[in-house]
């Protein structure tokens, strides 16, 4: 459930889709869609180079 959510939150296709809310509130969201994806990119690279070793 929390991955289902997840995924929808990161789809780049929910995030151009027209809403009735403030343009301020949008633009947070679209940051904190960025800095989501940086963190899991992050998360992966460290994994990646842990196991590397």
Do not use: E, Q
Request: overall charge positive; some cysteine; glycine content about 4%.
């Amino acid at each position: 459930m929390f991955l289902k959510r997840l995924l929808y939150y990161l789809n780049p296709a929910t995030l151009i889709g027209r809403s009735k809310s403030d343009f301020n509130l949008r633009f947070m969201h679209g940051i904190n869609r960025i800095s989501v994806m940086l963190f899991l990119v992050c998360i992966v690279v460290m994994v990646v180079r842990a196991c590397s070793r």
